[in-house]
């Protein structure tokens, strides 16, 4: 499996849990849904023997929550980018850029 696809699956991983407040999300087990007909048919954990305990968020907000996901990682990954770049040089750093750095 690429690692495009691994991110990808991550973020619909993330996306998914993170409609637990909303849709009671408890948890499936196999693989991660690719679309709408996997994600309508996802097999609940043993222990809860539910997906959902409230009404499920749609494919296409899991969807949408994906993207943010993967777009919030980017912009990360862009700004410890930015700010390598921009010590290397002596320049100055943005905000988001200086979160960046662990020190």
């Known amino acids: ?3 495009r696809k691994l991110m990808k699956n991550k973020h619909i991983d993330n996306a998914i849990a993170s409609f637990s407040e909303t849709g009671g999300y408890r948890g499936y087990q ?5 679309n709408e007909t996997d994600f309508a048919n996802l097999q609940p954990l043993e222990v809860y023997g539910v997906v959902w305990e409230n009404t ?3 494919w296409s907000e899991v ?4 993207e943010e996901l993967e777009q919030e990682e980017q912009a990360k990954i862009d700004n410890k980018a930015n700010a390598k770049a921009k ?4 320049e100055a750093l943005t905000e988001d850029e200086a979160n960046t750095i662990v020190l």
């Open 1 to 3: 499996m690429g690692d």
């Open 63 to 66: 969807m949408v929550k994906a």
């Open 56 to 58: 499920p968020p749609t």
């Open 87 to 90: 010590l290397i040089a002596g």
């Open 30 to 34: 196999g693989d991660t849904p690719q």
